[in-house]
């Protein structure tokens, strides 16, 4: 099974830590956030994957290697300019023969990517967006009212919103959707094959997941690593 994992971001909302070490590459406890996501991918069955990089992308390739030390093969593909979520996959097309996995670079998650996999490729549909449930606090009363009349007060409700957790499983054929050489994010794919009335499916998730997008959930992974990441281990500490 094949994956491509995007590691091209600047981290800007990350910094000052990402002015040195690119985003997927900070420690998160004995690991780092990109390695937590190959270590976990290779334990569900993934053999090939894809790193798509451009900021400090030459620091990535010289960090990971070929992928020996855990135990699948790596592949690094590189932007010269900004692409989006999935203008990278153009670079990758020769290779995309397959069902195959998308996942961001910032996120940590004990997924099994397996199962997610073979949802996708069940699926009828050529995509399969993995979904996150979030409660959020809301901080001021619900009112309900029939004209001018107040009929219920709720107060602070918890909001439950329906995310993208930043992981598809998507098959070639929509491969063909995506132009050459622009900046293409995944709300563009989706907005056009729902356009074209082609089907979207989604996965919806119950495990644990953190997007590590600001400093407040970097300092929560470093916690979330000894509950959930600490058992993932390199092959080796050679490349």
């Given at each position: 099974?094949?994956?491509?994992i ?10 000052p830590?990402t002015?040195v070490?690119?985003?997927?590459l ?10 937590i ?14 790193i ?21 093969r ?8 900004p ?21 961001n ?9 397996r199962?997610v ?8 549909a ?10 959020r ?8 009212r ?52 082609r ?6 998730m119950?495990?644990?997941?953190l ?6 959930e ?12 600490g058992?993932?281990k390199?092959?080796s500490?050679?490349?």
């Amino acid at each position: 099974m094949k994956a491509i994992i995007l590691a091209g971001g600047l981290g800007t909302r990350l910094k000052p830590f990402t002015e040195v070490i690119p985003k997927p590459l900070l420690p998160v406890g004995e690991s780092s956030v990109l390695e937590i996501q190959i270590l976990s991918l290779a334990r569900s069955g993934f053999t090939d994957i894809y790193i798509a990089t451009n900021y400090k992308a030459d620091y990535i390739e010289a960090f990971l290697g070929n992928g020996a030390k855990y135990g699948i093969r790596l592949t690094y593909s590189r932007e010269h300019k900004p692409l989006g979520t999935c203008g990278p996959l153009g670079l990758l097309k020769d290779e995309l023969t397959e069902p195959f996995l998308l996942m961001n670079g910032d996120i940590l998650t004990t997924l099994d990517f397996r199962e997610v996999m073979d949802f996708g490729v069940r699926s009828d549909a050529e995509l399969t967006v993995v979904i996150k449930e979030l409660v959020r606090p809301f901080n001021f009363g619900k009112v309900v009212r029939d004209g001018h009349y107040i009929t219920s007060i709720e107060e602070k409700p918890n909001l439950h919103l329906e995310v993208l957790a930043g992981i598809y499983v998507m098959k070639p054929g929509i491969l063909q959707l995506i132009p050459a050489d622009e900046y293409f994010g995944i709300d563009n794919l989706i907005n056009t094959m729902l356009a074209c009335q082609r089907k979207v499916a989604g996965f919806v998730m119950s495990s644990y997941w953190l997007d590590i997008g600001q400093v407040g959930e970097y300092e929560v992974a470093q916690t979330a690593y000894s509950e959930f990441f600490g058992h993932l281990k390199k092959k080796s500490s050679g490349a």
